[in-house]
Each structure stands twice: as structure tokens, then as C-alpha cells.
């Protein structure tokens, strides 16, 4: 191990690497969050729906804030369940013949990140589902908000891993 006439061991080529790979991470990671958020990930090959009747069950909200989660129906679940309403209707009707019916099964989807105006839910979102089966991620600018984060940070690493590896090859000359 050699010592510069700065008192440093060497190894300045290595941290700038590792830090150039981590900040390169974190950049991707922060470029993910950001696609998903601008609604970008559709590119990426990530499955993007709109949803219409939401019901966002917050009366706290204030204008321009964003909800943590909301409820969605895509238009297929609507004609679901418009169907099924519609079969327990008819069967309320035949009552006296059938007994009651069993209660209808309305499928709704959790929607994560939704922008809220303060007083009405809005009439549609659309989302990105991340993985196949996952979460519904609203396109928000809370989501764009939370990946400019990693985003910059990792940038702004790898950058001074550049410079690093930069500064320790001159000095090794």
C-alpha cells in the first residue's frame, strides 16, 4: 500500500468505482420511480389502466394534496359489476320464489398515490401496475416527487465517483 504526500493510502480508484456503481443504482432506481409516476412505464412494458369511479374515502385531504389510496374500477370491472347488480336485482325480484339473494360481489382495485382536489374524487386515475399481480401506482406527482429523490442523489454519486477516479489517476502518475 503506498502513501501519497497527502497522507492518503491508496485505493482513491476503487472508492470512485464503487461510489460511480452505487450512484448508477440509485439513478436507475430513482429513473424506474420517476417512468411510473409520468406514466412513462408503459414503454417499459408495465401494464397502465385507467380507472373510473373512484372513491377516495378521505375527508381530510386538502386541495392539490395526494391521496394515499383510493378505490378504482377498470371498465371491465364496471361491467362486471354492472352485471352483477343487475343479477341481484332481478333475483330481489323473485323474493317470494327464491328466497333472498346473496349480496353482490363488486370487485374494486386499490390505487395507491392519487391527486386529490379537496372536495370531489376524481373521475378516473390512471395507474401502472409494477409487477403482474402488485400495486397500482397513480400517475402523480408525489410518485415523480418521491423518484426525483434517488434519482438526483444518484447522480449526483456517481458524479463524485467520477471525480474521485479521476483526481486518484492523476495522482497515481
Not at 23 to 28: E, Q
Request: hydrophobic residues 40%; glycine residues 18%; proline residues 3%.
Amino acid at each position: 500500500m503506498s502513501v501519497s504526500a497527502a497522507g492518503r493510502t491508496g485505493g482513491g480508484r476503487l472508492k470512485g468505482v464503487s461510489l460511480v456503481v452505487g450512484g448508477a443504482v440509485l439513478f436507475v432506481l430513482g429513473l424506474f420511480v420517476v417512468a411510473t409516476g409520468t406514466g412513462l412505464s408503459g414503454l417499459l412494458g408495465m401494464r397502465v389502466e385507467t380507472f373510473g369511479r373512484i372513491d377516495c374515502q378521505d375527508t381530510r385531504t386538502k386541495k392539490g394534496q395526494t391521496v394515499w389510496h383510493c378505490f378504482g374500477e377498470t371498465p371491465a370491472q364496471q361491467r362486471a359489476n354492472e352485471a352483477e347488480r343487475k343479477r341481484v336485482a332481478d333475483a330481489a325480484l323473485r323474493v317470494h320464489v327464491d328466497g333472498m339473494p346473496e349480496p353482490a360481489r363488486i370487485g374494486r382495485t386499490r390505487i395507491l398515490f392519487a391527486d386529490h382536489d379537496g372536495r370531489n374524487d376524481p373521475g378516473t386515475v390512471t395507474a401502472t401496475q409494477v409487477t403482474d399481480g402488485g400495486r397500482w401506482f397513480a400517475h402523480s406527482s408525489t410518485v415523480v416527487g418521491y423518484g426525483m429523490i434517488p434519482l438526483l442523489l444518484g447522480a449526483g454519486t456517481a458524479a463524485w465517483g467520477g471525480y474521485r477516479m479521476r483526481g486518484a489517476g492523476r495522482r497515481g502518475r
